[in-house]
C-alpha cells in the first residue's frame, strides 16, 4: 500500500474510530500527553534552509498563540502544517510574511531569518518582503479588475516592467505558470469576478507569482474548491516547488500527502512533530500526532 493509499485509509476510518471512542477518555488520553516546550521531534531543521526560524513566540495581548518554535524551511521544498483548528498554524504562517504586523495586539518574538536576513529588523522593506514572500489565501480574492490588470497589478507598482511589451510577457508567463493560461488568454479583459472559483484561486496564485517571489505561502488554498478545482492547484503546487519554496497550511490529511515532502504537526501553539510527509502518516514519532492523523481528535 502507498502512502496516499494509507493516509486515505487512515482518514477514511476517523469517524469509525472517533464514534467507537467513548468522548471522556478520549480527552483524558490526550490531554494526559504532554508537550514539552521547545521541543520538537523529528526532523525540524534543514542542510539548506531558505527560512530559520528559532525560538518563535507569538502573543495577541498577553495570550501566547506560539509557544517557542524553531524551524528550518528548506530551499524549494513544499512543507505542510496540519493540526486542529486554533492550533496556530495560520498564525505561524503569517509570521513568515509579517502580515501579522496588521493586528494591533500581536506581538512576534524570536528570531525570523530569510537568507540570513532578519525579517523583523526595524528597518526591513516590508513591502519588499511581501514580494519576495507571496500569500495566497482560503478564499479567492480577485481585484475587481480585468483578468490581464489582476496579473499586472503587482509587476506595476514595483517597477519590474518598463514597456508594454515587457508587462504583455509578465502576465502571460505567470498565467502560463499557473495553469491558466489556455482557458483566459482570448479573454484577458474579462473581469475577474466571472471566473470560476478555481480559476479565481489560480488566478490569485498566477499574482503572486508575477512580482518574481522566492517564497510562496498558503493558507487552506482549496478549502473553498470542488474537487477538479483542488487537483488543478495541487498539480500546479507540485510542478511550483521546482522553482519556489512553499508552505501550505491544510486541514486535508490527504492533500499534505499528496504536495507536501516534509509535514508539521501543531498542537495548541506547539510544534509537536516535523519529518518527512511519509513517516508523519506511516510512522509518526509522537503520540499527539498518531492520534490526529487516527481520527482521535481534530
Not at 14 to 25: G, L
Not at 32 to 42: C, F, H, L, Q
Not at 61 to 88: H, M, Q, T, W, Y
Not at 166 to 190: F, M, P, Q, T, Y
Request: a negative charge; aromatic letters at 6%.
Amino acid at each position: 500500500m502507498n502512502m496516499n493509499e494509507s493516509i486515505s485509509r487512515a482518514a477514511d476510518n476517523s469517524d469509525e474510530t472517533v464514534m467507537s471512542a467513548q468522548e471522556p477518555e478520549a480527552e483524558t488520553r490526550r490531554e494526559d500527553i504532554k508537550v514539552e516546550e521547545g521541543k520538537t521531534v523529528g526532523v525540524p531543521y534543514a542542510d539548506d534552509p531558505k527560512f530559520k526560524l528559532r525560538n518563535v513566540e507569538v502573543f495577541y495581548g498577553e495570550d501566547r498563540a506560539i509557544k517557542d518554535i524553531s524551524l528550518d524551511i528548506a530551499r524549494n521544498e513544499v512543507i505542510s502544517f496540519i493540526g486542529p483548528s486554533g492550533c496556530g498554524k495560520s498564525t505561524f504562517l503569517r509570521c513568515l510574511n509579517r502580515m501579522n504586523d496588521s493586528i494591533d495586539i500581536c506581538r512576534v518574538k524570536g528570531q525570523l531569518m530569510l537568507d540570513d536576513e532578519d525579517i523583523y529588523h526595524s528597518k526591513k522593506d516590508v513591502v519588499e518582503l511581501r514580494a519576495r514572500v507571496g500569500m495566497v489565501f482560503q478564499k479567492p480574492n480577485p481585484f475587481p479588475k480585468s483578468i490581464y490588470d489582476n496579473v499586472a497589478y503587482g509587476p506595476r507598482i514595483h517597477g519590474l516592467a518598463n514597456r508594454k511589451s515587457d508587462l504583455d510577457e509578465i502576465v502571460e508567463n505567470s498565467l502560463r505558470k499557473a495553469g491558466l493560461w489556455d482557458e483566459v488568454k482570448d479573454r484577458l479583459d474579462a473581469t475577474a469576478t466571472g471566473m470560476s472559483g478555481g480559476q479565481q484561486q489560480r488566478l490569485c496564485i498566477a499574482r503572486a507569482i508575477a512580482v518574481s517571489p522566492e517564497v510562496i505561502l498558503m493558507d487552506e488554498p482549496c478549502s473553498a474548491l470542488d474537487p477538479i478545482a483542488t487537483a488543478k492547484v495541487e498539480e500546479l503546487i507540485s510542478e511550483m516547488s521546482e522553482t519556489y519554496t512553499i508552505v501550505i497550511v491544510t486541514h486535508s490529511m490527504q492533500q499534505a500527502a499528496r504536495v507536501s515532502h516534509r509535514t508539521a504537526y501543531f498542537h495548541l501553539g506547539h510544534l509537536v512533530e516535523v519529518n518527512e510527509t511519509t513517516k508523519v502518516f506511516t510512522s509518526p514519532e509522537h503520540e499527539l500526532t498518531e492520534s490526529y492523523i487516527t481520527g482521535r481528535f481534530g
